[in-house]
């Protein structure tokens, strides 16, 4: 198929349309989701061996299979963490599949190193983009093994331990699980926080066998519950006497570290031997699209480069190559929608984008406080408020939740706290505003 057809043109013609059309809509409609049944009577079988053609396959799309999604982007999609990419960053992305981009390496590498410089990590400092925090996560600690089990050879055989705070995202879990690493919990505080007290307690209690097969300290820059960071000062600490490598996690949180008013609560960060932002949560980049950041790259080169008789004209040079820190070869330039977008716009406006969305989450917890049937659950760090409606159970909230949707009006679940049903709001949608908040508080 080529432009020059005259299918291929009037398809280009359609999915231009629809693409301004979805763009121009303030809001875009919140939408369900809709059960496979449904959908199956409704689509019908859409992969035929002659095909459907292009505009009955685009008429199913904004009918049928479009509506059927929930739109993440939409300012009162509330729950999880919401999408918000600039304009610039999804028209970009566009570009990024047209031009079947490969390498892009110097302007994904700025983007990085604006990523490392907000961090204040050292100026060799590199790493890649993945499809998000779970890869980002599970390439740190593979580097962290690595580095551990190269440091003496009779470590081959042994399983190392990884200090990770009881409050740490799923996927740290899962990235340990993978790599047959044995995870020692850390006890957190009333806010979900990894204390200094907590870490050093951790570190006391260690047994000697323990101690030596400890190969890295994982904290988190904002949990994606709460928002909660954890101290970093002292888990980088433990991490340097214990020898270990340091992760931080910033998935969601470390974009705070561009605001104007949070970036003192990332103090230690650093120190990070490693750290995951993702710019398609709080960065304004459309998925998928995550950064892995390494203090010494030559470290996660190491670990992931592929030697391969048909790859040596990319390995034999000393070329940055993408592909080699982190586990994958052929890739997508995922970074590029990020870079056009913050090069159009520049710093400044991210920062601006941020610190809108902190004040929209400052308000709403003022808000929250001021209503008597409401509570703080914890008090808000970034972005993330999370409360409860006193005297509610799980099945008020559930069946408040499914109403707000049905009427679309918003889309907020609940989240659980200590085993209580409670609301959480994640603000990173600089378009969602006080009164978006206020149409999505329970009576
Ligand atoms: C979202 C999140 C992850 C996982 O990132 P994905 O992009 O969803 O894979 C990891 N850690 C934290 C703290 C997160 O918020």
Redesign the pocket.
Known sequence: MHVHDRAARELMDLVFAFTAERMAMDPPPLDFSVAPDVLAAQAGQTITPEGLGGAEVMRLFEEVLGPACLSIDHPRYLS??PAAPTEAATLFDLIVSATSIYGAVYAENQTLRWLADLAGLPPEAGGTFV???????LSALAVARTVWRDADPAREARRPIVLLSEA?????ASALALLDLRDLPVEVDDSDRMTAETVRAAVEGLTPDQRADICAVVA?????NTGTIDDLVAAGAAAAELGAWFHV?????AAALCSSTRRDRFAGIDRADSL?V?P??WLFAPY?C?AILYRDPRLARRTFTQHASYLDVLTDTDDWSPSDYAPHLTRRARGLPTWFSLAVHGTDAYRDAVDTTIATTEAGADLIRSLDHLELVTEPELSVLVFRRIGWSREDYAAWSDRLLADQVGFVVPTSWRGETVLRFCITNPRTTLDDLRACLPD
């Not at 499809?131 to 996560?137: D, L, M, P, Q």
């Not at 988190?220 to 994606?224: E, F, I, P, R, W």
């Open positions: 999880f963490i499809s998000g925090g779970s890869i980002a996560n740490a995202h799923s996927s740290n988190t820059a904002g949990l994606t996690d910033g998935a969601y949180g995951t993702d398609h949560k998928d995550a």
